[in-house]
């Protein structure tokens, strides 16, 4: 299961490579939500101490909703999904080989995004580590979850919007927890964002768990 | 209950979705929504300090607690789809979304006009359940969404199936993050019926409310299952039509080749 | 070398001529809500090469997709390697090639990447990958280009070397002929008797009759989502019924 998984990612990632689209198109795009938030608010300081972390990862949640429509669109442009099938590919490693893949190409923008905040926002990084481990828990959240509601929506006509609808509401515990913690890591407001982590990884194994279990049921049925 | 809503006697397409059951039920739903009005607003004493916004309860509450139990149906449902493919559970599924639905955004309605009233403020973030609340009613639009895909309906009953489990698994974190975040400013009462504030004339009729609600609910979800269940009979009219249609066009197929075999 | 060892099945335990590789008796099966087999009953054994033929719509796609395992019989009895279709799909799957209308190759790999990709993917050796390509008349200069700039016949034939490394003890083509040119299409003849010859067993659909009447020792004719012809071809291409 493992080597297929790896192999899946390998490919995604191959994919991504070649295509570009995330060093050429997702990372301008988010650091532009940036620079444009910035100007929303007006340059005010105190404000944007304080909108930071939230910002941050709403930004991050619209990448994610892009990465994982190209993610499944690989699997659907010319029938590779019945491939898969065929080849007797085990589909929850097909599940976490994409979302490991849309992971790391998320993590890749959050590395540029952390980059923006401090230079834009002046933010000032605390606790690196607690800073290092949200990104990572939430992103492997972020796209596990969004990997299962990729190929739940795949081959329906209207899916460019669907996708958004249903995976932004499963994502809101997402958006609470890692702006908490990191307001923790940045500093700018007192809580406790280890707490926050422990509640990430809670939904984190939630729903590697439920994609590891319906995504088969998913490739096979639609 | 299976029997209770297939039962052949009871569905008839030309007599509609009614049955014996479902008129009692709606007749005591409807009589007791009326006693409701009466108890709610001549009967129960205004609260001291809410005064009469605490009537506000006898509907906000019952629909808060009903749309859970709706929901916790549809996620049951979902299981049973997945694991036992029953078409049953399925169609009770979906009715239980689509009144949750409703009744959910009804909680958030009358929470916002109550909240209005006693905080001054239609929305409050910092309100746990109300945030829940509408986290939930999301996910479950994004359900009743699916179920409306065109295409295969067992395929979508798939797709609408796997969010109601994504939704019913993420329920608990969904609510621990709200109430963690929501801990230093919220506005919400504590439950009220809990903390045993609430006694005499208002807790009855708040128990009375509960009691109504649910025999509304029940009499929707008998007749919208029912409704699915005459749609399914529809479909599978059609696919053996279609059967035909195709079989005729076999045998057309058929003349043909022996006609050239000749 | 024998003729067809490279393309015979990897394993060909079920391939004994006599033995009935695919039985469908009175399938029907539903795309969407249409009943694209309205009672299809078929019996092939192993060894065989048989053309589906009928007109468009008549569900010869289907009926290839079912014997792939990636189809539900809704109702009937369906059988492939002795394996039922209802429960067993995925051990039926592994065993099969399907060339369908799509490619199911990835636009950004090369020709080597997505090959070696399937190859990986199908538990089959890497090494597998050149010699298809070989076979398919794929020249070594394009092994790594990317697939979005091969012409479409190109990436027809590599596609096709997807099935042919898999070496499946039956092989389901859907109008393997299309979008090739005169070369191609002979390689293609050229691979279904060496498949046959090896012990495989062929199912095509196609609308070329001329060239796969002489391939196929039996036509089956398809329309309506049901089996209305099935005749044997004797050498001299009379026609009998069977």
């Known amino acids: 299961m493992l080597t297929d998984a790896r192999l899946v990612a390998a490919k995604d990632l191959r994919i991504e490579l070649r295509s570009r689209v995330t060093v050429s198109q997702v990372v301008p795009f988010a650091g532009l939500v940036l620079v444009l938030f910035g100007f929303a608010l007006d340059a005010n300081r105190p404000t944007l101490d304080l909108a930071t972390s939230g910002l941050f990862w709403v930004t991050v949640l619209f990448v994610a909703i892009m990465a994982v429509q190209r993610s499944t669109a690989v699997e659907t442009t010319d029938g590779a999904r019945r491939a898969l099938l065929l080849a007797g590919v085990e589909p929850g490693a097909v599940f976490i080989g994409k979302a490991v893949a849309v992971a790391v190409q998320l993590l890749t923008v959050e590395v540029v995004l952390v980059g923006g905040i401090v230079v834009f926002y002046g933010a000032s990084i605390e606790e690196p580590f607690l800073l290092a481990s949200t990104c990572l828990v939430a992103t492997i959240g972020i796209a596990a979850t969004g990997t299962l509601l990729g190929a739940l929506v795949a081959g329906v006509r209207a899916r460019e919007t669907v996708l958004p609808i249903l995976m932004l509401p499963v994502l809101a515990p997402v958006l609470l927890g890692a702006t908490r913690a990191f307001d923790d890591a940045l500093g700018s407001v007192a809580v406790n964002g280890w707490s926050w982590l422990a509640m990430l990884t809670g939904f984190t194994a939630i729903n590697i768990a439920l994609g590891v279990l319906a995504y088969g049921v998913l490739l096979e049925e639609t | ?262 | 070398m024998p003729r067809g060892s490279d393309v015979g099945p990897a394993v060909s335990t079920d391939s004994v001529p006599g033995v009935c590789v695919v039985r469908l008796n009175a399938v029907v099966a539903l795309l969407g809500r249409f009943p694209a087999l309205a009672g299809v009953d078929l019996d092939i054994s192993a060894g065989e090469v048989v053309l589906v033929q009928g007109p468009n719509g008549a569900g010869k796609s289907s009926l290839l997709r079912l014997c792939a395992g990636l189809l539900r019989p809704e109702s009937g009895r369906a059988e492939v390697f002795g394996l039922d279709l209802a429960t067993a799909r995925s051990a039926v799957r592994r065993r099969v090639g399907l060339l369908g209308h799509d490619t199911a190759l990835y636009d950004e790999l090369t020709v080597e990447e997505n090959l070696n990709f399937w190859a990986a993917a199908s538990r089959v050796d890497r090494s597998a990958a050149v010699p298809a390509l070989d076979r398919l008349g794929v020249s070594h200069r394009l092994h790594d280009v990317v697939v979005s700039k091969l012409s479409a016949g190109q990436r027809r034939r590599v596609a096709i070397a997807a099935v042919v490394m898999r070496r499946p003890e039956l092989w389901l083509l859907d109008e393997p002929h299309a979008g090739l040119d005169q070369s191609g299409r002979d390689l293609v003849d050229e691979l279904v008797i060496d498949a046959a010859a090896a012990g495989a067993t062929v199912i095509m659909a196609s609308h070329e009759l001329d060239r796969t009447l002489d391939l196929a020792g039996r036509t089956v004719v398809v329309a309506g989502g049901m089996v209305v012809a099935d005749r044997v071809q004797s050498g001299e291409g009379g026609i009998h019924a069977h």
Request: charged share 20%; hydrophobic share 50%.
């Open chain 2, 1 to 262: 209950m299976t029997k209770l809503m297939t039962d052949d006697t009871i569905i008839d397409r030309q007599r509609g979705t009614g049955s014996r059951t479902t008129f009692w039920l709606g007749v005591v739903g409807l009589v007791g929504a009326i006693a409701l009005v009466f108890l709610g607003f001549f009967v129960a004493p205004p609260d001291d300090f809410q005064k009469d916004a605490v009537r506000m309860i006898f509907i906000h509450v019952p629909m808060a607690i009903l749309t859970y139990v709706a929901f916790s149906l549809t996620a049951i449902g979902s299981v049973a789809w997945l694991w036992k493919r029953s078409i049953w559970w399925d169609t009770v599924a979906h009715g239980a979304a689509e009144v949750g639905v409703m009744f959910s955004g009804l909680t958030l309605f009358t929470g916002s006009i109550w909240g209005r009233i006693t905080w001054g403020t239609y929305w409050d973030w910092g309100d746990v359940r109300l945030v829940t609340t509408l986290i939930l009613f999301l996910i479950m639009v994004g359900y009743l969404a699916v179920r409306s895909f065109d295409g295969d309906e067992a395929v979508n009953a798939t797709r609408a199936a796997v969010i109601g489990l994504i939704g019913a698994a993420n329920m608990p974190v969904v609510n621990r993050s709200v109430t963690w975040w929501s801990s230093r400013r919220t506005l919400h009462q504590k439950s009220s019926l809990v903390n045993g504030k609430i006694e005499g004339l208002t807790l009855f009729t708040l128990m009375f409310a509960l009691v109504v609600f649910s025999i509304i609910m029940l009499w929707m979800l008998i007749h919208r299952f029912r409704i699915s269940w005459l749609e399914r009979q529809v479909s599978e009219g059609d696919l053996s039509e279609a059967l035909t249609a195709r079989r005729a066009e076999a045998r057309a197929g058929m003349d043909r080749e022996t006609e050239e075999n000749k």
